[in-house]
Every structure is written in C-alpha cells, then in structure tokens.
C-alpha cells in the first residue's frame, strides 16, 4: 500500500479534476501533477481507488476512471 499522505494527494487532485473540467484525470496527469513516474502513478491510482471506493473503477490497464454503473449515475434516456 502506498503512502497515506500522497494517496490523500492524488485523491484530492482527482476529485479536483472530476469538479473542473467534468472528467477525471488519466494517471498520466496525475503522476506529472504529483512529481511521479507514469507506471508509479498508475500503481497509485489503483491503490487510491481500493482504499478510496467512490463509485468508480479504473478502466483496463489504460488508466482511465470510469463511474461504475451501481452509483446511479448512469444516464438515462430523456423522454420529452
């Protein structure tokens, strides 16, 4: 398991990300963000997401958040 201080770093940048621009951020993003190296931060995201469960999962090997469809946030069809 990774450092408390720099999961709660990462953490923070993601939720950041998710508020700013509507989308969370690849682990690329985060580690450059974070002074890490890209297979470090992809690790770390992993380790962020098991201790951190928010409703999302990381998508594949591609680093990608995903929402998870038990959340509820799964868009529905508009009738009008």
């Known amino acids: 398991m990774a450092d408390a201080l720099l999961m709660d770093r ?3 940048r993601i939720m950041r990300g998710l508020v ?3 989308r969370a ?11 890490l190296g890209c297979e470090e931060g992809r690790l770390l995201l992993h380790d962020v ?3 951190y469960p928010i ?5 594949g ?3 990608h958040l995903a ?3 038990r959340d509820g946030c799964a868009s529905t069809p508009r009738v009008s």
Do not use: N
């Open 61 to 63: 090997d591609l680093g």
């Open 10 to 12: 990462m953490f923070q």
């Open 49 to 51: 997401m098991r201790a």
């Open 20 to 22: 700013d621009t509507g």
């Open 25 to 35: 951020p690849h682990h690329a993003e985060l580690a450059r963000a974070l002074g």
């Open 67 to 69: 929402l998870s469809r």
């Open 55 to 59: 409703g999302t999962r990381v998508r």
